[in-house]
């Protein structure tokens, strides 16, 4: 069946680039997604990317694509105490007409 | 501009009481509608979806129930609340009208069964 596979925990140094890992299985996904929880909130739509796309960029947010691999990552540069949330990995799942999101990483940020 | 409500934000309630939660949407016609729950440190669980009025389909099988009485209102119930469901609920929604159901997250209700 479909899945979309997470690490749960990241920590990394105020002002250090982030990088968050998701992979996923449904080789047919048209679209994946990166959402941003934030404690106590509703999910935010970060960014998205098409599947024939490697690459997206979008201010200090760099998505990558590895279609092989099935293998997206979310790039956060000069990472900030605000950036500290959970973030979503998400495919659109043609083949069930939904979305399919990760368990979600818990990003936090050190001093 | 699009924005979608819920109602309340929090909410604790007796073990075996009722449950009525909602989710309104503006700015949009004809949305696809979501319930998600969320339980604590842990992912999504998509709970019902609505195409339109009065279409809800279920994707887990539980105490809950879903009605759509209104084409951007998407309504949560319960008749009687188990401990199991306390968790953050949330509503989305999408357009119809773009191929990527791209979906936009309401700001969930923390609900505490005791």
């Known amino acids: 069946g479909e899945d979309v596979e997470q690490s749960l925990f990241l920590s990394v140094r105020e002002g250090d680039s982030s990088v968050i890992n998701c992979t996923y299985t449904?080789?047919?996904?048209?679209?994946l997604y990166w959402y941003k929880q934030e404690p106590g909130a509703g999910l935010q739509l970060l960014t998205y990317?098409?599947?024939?796309?490697d690459m997206k960029q979008d201010q200090r947010l760099t998505v990558l694509l590895n279609k092989k691999d099935k293998h997206l990552s979310l790039r956060i540069a000069d990472t900030q105490t605000g950036d500290s949330a959970i973030y979503f990995c998400?495919?659109?799942?043609?083949?069930?007409?939904?979305?399919?999101f990760g368990s979600g990483t818990r990003l936090s940020i050190r001093p | 501009s699009q924005t979608i409500h819920q109602w309340p934000a929090t909410l604790v309630q007796p073990v075996g009481s009722p449950l009525s939660l909602e989710c309104t949407v503006e700015?949009?016609?004809?949305?696809?509608l979501y319930w998600y729950r969320q339980a604590a440190g842990r992912g999504l669980q998509l709970l019902f979806y609505?195409?339109?009025?009065?279409?809800i389909s279920s994707e887990v099988p539980q105490n809950l129930s879903a009605s759509r009485p209104q084409d951007r209102q998407f309504i949560l119930s319960s008749k009687k609340l188990l401990l199991s469901d306390s968790g953050f609920y949330l509503c989305a929604w999408s357009s119809r009208d773009t191929f990527t159901d791209t979906q936009y997250f309401g700001p969930g209700t923390r609900l505490t069964v005791l």
């Open positions: 998400a495919e659109w799942e043609s083949s069930a007409s939904k979305i399919i």
């Open positions: 609505s195409v339109g009025i009065g279409q």
């Open positions: 449904d080789s047919s996904s048209t679209y």
């Open positions: 700015g949009t016609s004809n949305p696809n």
């Open positions: 990317i098409f599947s024939n796309m």
